[in-house]
């Protein structure tokens, strides 16, 4: 057995003694072995990138021979290059703190066992989709992931808005998977393959291969990177499929650590960094790639500046950064995607377990508006904050700094007009990230409490077992930026990828290193300015915000309703999917099948019954008469006929 081994089933594992042994265990033993083992995943994957990214060495390990049908073939193997290596890290640091942190945080839930057993799951089913070697085992592990989360953001299933907000987020994601599966269905039909390795190894071939699509001849690579997308949006929320994503926020703050930081939203990324070979010869999907990311950007950042739910304002704040890694990919620039993949993994799961330590201070009070003044109460939960924001606006020399710019700086490069796009709105929510961002700092933390005493009173710091894992992650928001850069994106990326992302010299991260100074300089100016507009408009002047809403009310209620997406599917989908139900419910299934079909068999059988009831009185005359009835009627039936006895 492999360390890989250890890395991909240790979790899995876990699940299971979890599950299925957890009240023998007690809450304590299911939490300590699902930990251990996740524990054990990430430390091996620290030495797994070490071994693959900088001592070049690549795997390819079976695990079982799989499937044999006809000309469809493939195995579950674990295939370990650069991106998968990365991926490893990503999962299991994040899942592991996680996993530490959900001692503390979930130490009064009386489910502690399940909800173990339903991280280690979800863990699980994450390592599957970046381990894949071919398209089927990577939906195997998609679909995993999305049944993992469904369990998790509806744990607390008493609840009515959480059970809404699980199957809110499964069925979201279902339309996104059904252009994912018609991507692999497509690119089998094309290639006779769904093994990656063969896939890209064909590509040229079909370069200029057409075929028909819902009546019309279209390119084929581009219509397949097209479907894959659509897969990609859902998972990772882009602008349309995105609705799921605030609701998740009603499963526990570590789910939505574990969701909105580096595991769930960042498999579409993943999808496509891995399908970069095919969207190289797909620009017309490249083109949709980047408008419908930065469209993304700039829609949840302005949601975002309006916000007053701690969570929600982070959760949309995800929504935002993973527009940005979809303008990295429309750009051709994969591995800044990647990068600001692995950095935001840090300060966004920093944020996230920092809001969670807020949270459980605040007796489960989660609207800013009721918080403020906590920064001398809960300092250690203050300064993760102030740490996890100065990442995510950008602060020089921070992780969000040198991945975030770069995507930023590459738009730009493309010198075209998607491009201009793409790097427009990347530099505008820049701007609204760091307003937003500031905002919750302020509200949170500074000026004077505005909970009752009641609450106050009880305001204490988080226990060491959920501040640790919150220190750990303030080192990585700090320092992954400048110790990874020059490998994800620098000169030394084309040895550090190795074939596993598309990289070519003088390709446009080469460019982006050649723009304007002012360019490169211009994401720092956006962050600064929202800074000072955020510190006049919670610090100096107070008052401001609300009589902005009130002048412009239709603005406010507009971003504060989240630009109606929610009120608009419920009129075009909702409504005429119940109303179609009920019709098919009440009419189609209670009135004519049951009412023709058994209900109606059954009627009519027992009125028959009361008619013929009747006969039965009990009198022998009564039967006596029926007889002769019954030989008059024989006798006349034969006479008639002209039949004989």
């Known amino acids: 057995m492999s360390q890989f081994h250890i890395i991909v089933f240790g979790p899995l594992l876990g699940f299971l003694i979890a599950g299925l042994f957890g009240r023998r265990l007690g809450d304590r033993g299911a939490m300590g072995v699902t930990t251990g083992l996740v524990t054990l995943s990430a430390v091996l994957s620290a030495f797994a990138l070490k071994d693959v990214a900088f001592d070049h060495n690549q795997y390819r390990i079976l695990v079982l021979e799989w499937v044999r049908s006809g000309t469809l073939s493939f195995d579950w193997v674990l295939n370990i290059d650069t991106l998968t290596a990365v991926m490893l890290v990503v999962v299991n640091t994040v899942s592991a703190l996680v996993h530490w942190y959900s001692i503390g945080y979930m130490s009064h839930d009386p489910h502690r066992s399940r909800f173990f057993a339903y991280l280690s799951l979800f863990t699980f089913a994450m390592l599957m989709l970046v381990t894949s070697d071919n398209l089927v085992q990577m939906f195997f592990g998609w679909e995993g992931v999305g049944l993992a989360s469904y369990l998790l953001i509806g744990f607390w299933f008493k609840k009515p808005s959480a059970n809404a907000a699980a199957i809110k987020a499964f069925v979201v994601n279902r339309v996104g998977d059904f252009g994912f599966s018609l991507g692999i269905f497509a690119l089998f039909m094309l290639t006779g393959s769904v093994v990656f390795a063969d896939i890209f190894a064909s590509l040229d071939g079909f370069a200029?291969?057409?075929?028909?699509?819902?009546?019309?001849?279209?390119?084929?690579?581009?219509?397949?990177?097209?479907?894959?997308?659509?897969?990609?949006?859902?998972?990772?929320?882009?602008?349309?499929?995105?609705?799921?994503?605030?609701?998740?926020?009603?499963?526990?703050?570590?789910?939505?650590?574990?969701?909105?930081?580096?595991?769930?939203?960042?498999?579409?990324?993943?999808?496509?960094?891995?399908?970069?070979?095919?969207?190289?010869?797909?620009?017309?999907?490249?083109?949709?790639?980047?408008?419908?990311?930065?469209?993304?950007?700039?829609?949840?950042?302005?949601?975002?500046?309006?916000?007053?739910?701690?969570?929600?304002?982070?959760?949309?704040?995800?929504?935002?950064?993973?527009?940005?890694?979809?303008?990295?990919?429309?750009?051709?620039?994969?591995?800044?995607?990647?990068?600001?993949?692995?950095?935001?993994?840090?300060?966004?799961?920093?944020?996230?377990?920092?809001?969670?330590?807020?949270?459980?201070?605040?007796?489960?009070?989660?609207?800013?508006?009721?918080?403020?003044?906590?920064?001398?109460?809960?300092?250690?939960?203050?300064?993760?904050?102030?740490?996890?924001?100065?990442?995510?606006?950008?602060?020089?020399?921070?992780?969000?700094?040198?991945?975030?710019?770069?995507?930023?700086?590459?738009?730009?490069?493309?010198?075209?007009?998607?491009?201009?796009?793409?790097?427009?709105?990347?530099?505008?929510?820049?701007?609204?990230?760091?307003?937003?961002?500031?905002?919750?700092?302020?509200?949170?933390?500074?000026?004077?409490?505005?909970?009752?005493?009641?609450?106050?009173?009880?305001?204490?710091?988080?226990?060491?077992?959920?501040?640790?894992?919150?220190?750990?992650?303030?080192?990585?928001?700090?320092?992954?930026?400048?110790?990874?850069?020059?490998?994800?994106?620098?000169?030394?990326?084309?040895?550090?990828?190795?074939?596993?992302?598309?990289?070519?010299?003088?390709?446009?991260?080469?460019?982006?290193?050649?723009?304007?100074?002012?360019?490169?300089?211009?994401?720092?100016?956006?962050?600064?300015?929202?800074?000072?507009?955020?510190?006049?408009?919670?610090?100096?002047?107070?008052?401001?915000?609300?009589?902005?809403?009130?002048t412009f009310p239709g603005a406010y209620k507009f971003l504060l309703n989240k630009w109606y997406f929610d009120e608009l599917y419920d009129r075009i989908f909702v409504r005429p999917a119940f109303w179609l139900g009920r019709v098919l419910w009440i009419r189609g299934d209670q009135k004519t099948i049951d009412g023709f079909g058994p209900d109606g068999i059954a009627a009519s059988v027992l009125a028959a019954a009361k008619r013929i009831r009747v006969l039965q009185s009990g009198y022998v005359y009564h039967y006596a008469f029926a007889m002769l009835i019954g030989i008059a009627i024989v006798i006349s039936y034969f006479v008639l006929t002209g039949g004989g006895f």
């Open 208 to 550: 200029d291969a057409r075929f028909i699509f819902l009546g019309h001849e279209v390119h084929a690579l581009t219509t397949i990177a097209v479907l894959l997308f659509i897969g990609a949006m859902g998972k990772s929320a882009q602008l349309f499929l995105h609705t799921w994503l605030p609701d998740a926020m009603e499963g526990p703050t570590p789910v939505s650590a574990l969701i909105h930081a580096a595991t769930m939203v960042t498999a579409g990324v993943f999808l496509m960094a891995r399908m970069s070979p095919i969207l190289e010869l797909a620009p017309g999907a490249m083109t949709l790639i980047m408008v419908i990311g930065g469209a993304t950007a700039f829609f949840a950042a302005s949601v975002g500046l309006v916000q007053n739910d701690i969570k929600r304002v982070i959760a949309y704040s995800t929504c935002s950064q993973l527009g940005y890694m979809f303008v990295a990919i429309g750009a051709s620039a994969y591995g800044a995607a990647i990068f600001h993949l692995f950095t935001h993994a840090f300060f966004k799961a920093l944020l996230f377990l920092g809001a969670g330590s807020v949270i459980h201070a605040m007796s489960d009070e989660q609207d800013m508006r009721k918080m403020g003044g906590l920064s001398k109460m809960i300092p250690l939960t203050y300064v993760m904050m102030m740490v996890g924001t100065l990442a995510l606006t950008g602060f020089p020399y921070t992780a969000g700094f040198f991945s975030k710019d770069m995507i930023i700086e590459a738009a730009f490069a493309t010198h075209n007009s998607m491009g201009s796009f793409g790097f427009l709105m990347t530099v505008v929510a820049a701007f609204m990230t760091s307003f937003y961002s500031w905002r919750l700092v302020f509200m949170t933390f500074h000026g004077t409490p505005r909970a009752d005493e009641k609450v106050m009173s009880h305001v204490h710091e988080s226990p060491a077992v959920m501040w640790v894992p919150l220190a750990i992650l303030a080192v990585g928001a700090i320092a992954a930026g400048f110790v990874f850069s020059e490998y994800f994106i620098g000169h030394d990326r084309f040895d550090f990828w190795a074939g596993a992302l598309v990289t070519s010299h003088g390709d446009v991260m080469d460019e982006a290193h050649h723009i304007p100074g002012w360019i490169k300089w211009l994401p720092t100016g956006m962050m600064a300015l929202g800074f000072l507009l955020s510190v006049l408009f919670y610090v100096v002047k107070p008052g401001i915000p609300k009589s902005m809403a009130a």
